[in-house]
């Protein structure tokens, strides 16, 4: 919550809830957004989201992060349009941070 708070001060618009309620995402605008990103660990919650946000916005491109190959055939089938797998993004993370020392 100060995190949030700490946004607010500086003129950004900020929401707290369950992205899984429609009314979470239309506080949050989405239905003028382009783009949600889900980076949610449970599948359930990302297709929560991914329906939830279909409804207030049938437009907006919607990305997430996957684990498993099995999730991401869920999430395509759920209106993702663009999946990261969440070990690869890690793993290149990792990467960048051991050469920046090196």
């Not at 100060?2 to 309620?21: F, H, P």
């Not at 003028?32 to 929560?48: H, I, P, Y």
């Not at 997430?64 to 993370?93: K, M, N, P």
Request: glycine residues 6%.
């Amino acid at each position: 919550m100060d995190a949030l708070e700490a946004q607010r001060n500086l003129g950004a618009v900020t929401v707290y809830g369950d992205a899984g309620g429609a009314q979470v995402l239309k506080a949050a605008r989405l239905d003028g957004a382009r783009v949600l990103v889900v980076t949610n660990s449970e599948l359930v919650d990302k297709v929560r989201i991914c329906l939830a946000a279909r409804q207030v916005n049938p437009h907006v491109v919607i990305v997430a992060t996957s684990s498993t190959a099995a999730e991401r055939a869920w999430l395509h089938e759920f209106g993702v349009a663009h999946i990261c797998d969440a070990q690869d993004e890690l793993t290149e993370s990792l990467i960048r941070s051991i050469r920046s020392i090196l």
